[in-house]
């Protein structure tokens, strides 16, 4: 027997509930008592939330891409503006049923459902039509799959060729399968990322919060895998300071987590005024840390900083340097030789970073 009378919302239809949070798209409306948010945990209302969120709003997905079997009505993509498309993203990224198990599963139906509206009209030889129609072992393989180096997708993991049916113009059909994204462009030699379908995606202007729940232990290897996934377009710092990130190193240090330590100093992630994703900072503080929690011989945290960020420490804080040099057992020589080794790599990514941008 319930002790407390419904209200007049909770005495509707589960359907009516269900079609008043569709209309209004208050997440914290399940909040509001047992009863309604018994009514709203639907995998498929999640679902049709993931697509309406987190679908990219390229040019090419403004002409008959959001058929109502994939977001029915009320739910209108473009009706959103691009900042309430943010707000509706980070809500989503905190809520408890914001899993990768489940947006793993909207990806994929996502490029299935890109190759279905625009690929069906281009012309493909019947092996390639084959491939398409069948990617199970493909999406089965994503650790396999292009990761993003650099913090950059490549040209592609499956690029099929095909051609336009007006035209006969060659196509290529490139699909990347870890980052659940299609894209149909014209051969070129320098890969351009323009109008690309992809779920997730943020906005470079408006992107989405980092959600807490992502940025602290325990750290298992569905918690890391989905940080990689949301890193490039989910915003983690606020701007130059990296408050959240430099605080999640450096509690990783505390805890001895190397394995952790070493997927995020490996990872690239994105800050809200920055438009390009950068490498997990790794600041001076992280060093010394390093240095206090040291193990007596050949520290495995002190070694990957010194081999992979060496040239992020203050060319000037010589006493640094030397404590770090002599913990990891290496000569002056050698750290010299590491230094401009990196210094080299820097300057390369930066000039393939221009490149992009040119």
């Given at each position: 027997m319930n002790r407390w009378p419904r209200s007049r919302l909770e005495s509707l239809p589960v359907e009516i509930i269900q079609k008043i949070f569709l209309e209004c798209l208050e997440i914290n409306l399940p909040r509001a008592s047992i009863h309604i948010a018994s009514?709203?945990?639907?995998?498929?209302?999640?679902?049709w939330l993931i697509r309406l969120a987190f679908s990219s709003a390229n040019e090419s997905s403004r002409h008959g891409f959001f058929t109502p079997d994939f977001l029915p009505p009320p739910l209108d993509f473009f009706a959103l503006s691009p900042a309430e498309r943010r707000d509706l993203q980070t809500n989503i990224l905190q809520c408890r049923w914001s899993t990768l198990a489940l947006m793993r599963k909207c990806q994929r139906e996502y490029v299935e459902h890109a190759i279905r509206i625009k690929c069906k009209d281009l012309i493909f030889s019947p092996e390639d039509r084959r491939r398409l129609a069948n990617l199970d072992e493909c999406f089965?393989?994503?650790?396999?799959?292009?990761?993003?180096?650099?913090?950059r997708r490549g040209k592609g993991d499956l690029v099929l060729t095909a051609k336009a049916p007006n035209s006969n113009a060659d196509l290529k059909v490139a699909i990347w399968f870890n980052f659940g994204a299609l894209q149909i462009r014209e051969p070129s030699p320098v890969f351009y990322e323009t109008d690309v379908f992809r779920l997730p995606c943020c906005s470079i202007d408006y992107p989405a919060r980092m959600p807490d729940k992502l940025l602290k232990p325990p750290w298992t290897e569905g918690k890391l895998e989905y940080l990689a996934l949301l890193s490039t377009e989910a915003y983690i710092d606020e701007g130059s300071s990296y408050d959240r990130s430099k605080q999640v190193l450096r509690q990783v240090i505390r805890d001895r987590d190397f394995p952790t330590f070493e997927r995020l100093l490996n990872m690239h992630i994105r800050t809200k005024v920055y438009n390009y994703p950068l490498r997990w900072p790794a600041?001076?503080?992280?060093?010394?840390?390093?240095?206090?929690?040291?193990?007596?011989?050949?520290?495995?945290?002190?070694?990957?900083?010194?081999?992979?960020r060496w040239q992020?420490?203050?060319?000037?804080?010589?006493?640094?340097?030397?404590?770090?040099?002599?913990k990891d057992g290496r000569s002056r020589i050698?750290?010299?030789?590491?230094?401009?080794?990196?210094?080299?790599?820097?300057e390369q990514e930066q000039?393939?970073?221009?490149?992009?941008?040119?």
């Open positions: 009514a709203l945990s639907d995998p498929l209302i999640y679902t089965a393989r994503r650790a396999e799959c292009d990761q993003g180096r650099n913090g600041r001076p503080t992280h060093f010394r840390a390093a240095l206090r929690y040291a193990d007596d011989h050949d520290d495995p945290f002190i070694r990957l900083l010194v081999e992979k992020e420490l203050p060319p000037n804080d010589v006493r640094l340097r030397a404590a770090l040099l002599a050698r750290g010299r030789e590491r230094e401009r080794q990196q210094e080299q790599e820097q000039e393939r970073e221009r490149e992009v941008e040119e």
